[in-house]
Every structure is written in C-alpha cells, then in structure tokens.
Nanobody
Framework: QVQLVESGGGLVQPGGSLTLSCAAS????????MAWYRQAPGKQRELVAT???????NYEASVKGRFTISRDNAKNTVSLQMNSLKPEDTAVYYC???????????WGQGTQITVSS
C-alpha cells in the first residue's frame, strides 16, 4: 500500500505560478511511476504529467512548456511546478503512483487549484 498526500493547492491569478507537492509513504519509492492528473468540474480526469523512476517525463499538450514534473527519490516526493497558469487549469489535481512491478495504482486525495482574477 502507498499513501499519497498532496499539498500546495490554492487560488492564484492568471499568469501566476504554483508548486504542488506529493509525499509518498512507499518503502520503495523508486519502483513507482508517478503522475499528476486533474479533474475540472463536469469533466473527466485527465493526465497532466508523468515521471518514471529514472526521471523521464511526459506532458499533456496544453501544459507542455508551462508545467514541470520532478521527483526526489531520496525524499519520496514528486512535485509539479506550474507557471503561466490559465483559468482553464482550474481543477482538482491528483497525485498517482503506479508500481512498475505490479501495475497497482494508488491515488492521493486531491488538491484544488483555482486560477482566477
């Protein structure tokens, strides 16, 4: 079992920046692919960014160049640096861990990001 706890959400103005953090309780954090998802009201949950244990990253097209995912395997954390935020980035953001061994997925409770003036 892996417990994930997100932090860093809040209200930010358009064009602003915010960093989300996710702390994982996993004893072997470096076997998990990590990801950030988001879900806006009335919409399906969508993948935002992923990072492998070795640090390879992928981004959803609308956030590429604005968001940066990173991880610290020593601290069991994954972060999402979000710049140039837009109102359409407003959503609940979720951290996900997927074991590379079992493919079991674990989710955090989510943190709200609101981009509004």
């Amino acid at each position: 079992q892996v417990q994930l706890v997100e932090s860093g959400g809040g209200l930010v103005q358009p064009g602003g920046s915010l960093t989300l953090s996710c702390a994982a309780s996993a004893s072997r954090f470096n076997i998990y692919n990590m990801a950030w998802y988001r879900q806006a009201p009335g919409k399906q949950r969508e993948l935002v960014a992923t990072i492998t244990p070795g640090g390879n990253t992928n981004y959803e097209a609308s956030v590429k160049g604005r968001f940066t995912i990173s991880r610290d395997n020593a601290k069991n954390t994954v972060s999402l640096q979000m710049n140039s935020l837009k109102p359409e980035d407003t959503a609940v953001y979720y951290c996900q861990a997927v074991s590379t061994r079992t493919l079991m997925a674990f989710w955090g409770q989510g943190t709200q990001i609101t981009v509004s003036s």
